[in-house]
């Protein structure tokens, strides 16, 4: 499982290989984490669509959600069984590209990804 990931992968690049007509212009990052603006690219319409949005999922049962922590991460084998994601695995799914993927380990004082 990931806490954080990095997207440096050039703009028009992944306008390129995942072809949508948007011209998105963010930067490259190298710490993304929960809760923050990230680039997805989904179906909508039947056309390829590029978006920013937040990583984290709330589940459509949870009822206030200023009380629910985000969750970030799902284990492929089993995400359709479980109810937090059966629904927006079905209806709601996207792409999130990403250069690479990790944890921080604490080593002594310093915490190193």
Not at 29 to 36: D, G, I, K, L, S
Not at 48 to 54: E, S
Not at 84 to 90: G, H, I, L, Q, V
Request: aromatic share 14%; glycine share 6%.
């Amino acid at each position: 499982m990931c806490g954080r990931y990095a997207i440096t992968t050039a703009p028009e690049a992944l306008r390129a290989l995942f072809r949508y007509l948007d011209h998105p212009n963010f930067p490259p990052r190298y710490n993304v984490a929960p809760t923050q603006p990230v680039p997805i690219v989904r179906m909508f319409e039947g056309k390829r669509q590029f978006a920013l949005v937040r990583w984290g999922l709330i589940p459509a049962w949870v009822k206030d959600p200023r009380g629910f922590s985000l969750l970030i991460n799902a284990r492929g084998e089993s995400a359709v069984e479980k109810p937090a994601f059966r629904n927006a695995m079905k209806r709601r799914r996207c792409l999130f590209p990403a250069d690479g993927f990790y944890e921080w380990k604490q080593d002594g004082e310093r915490k190193r990804p």
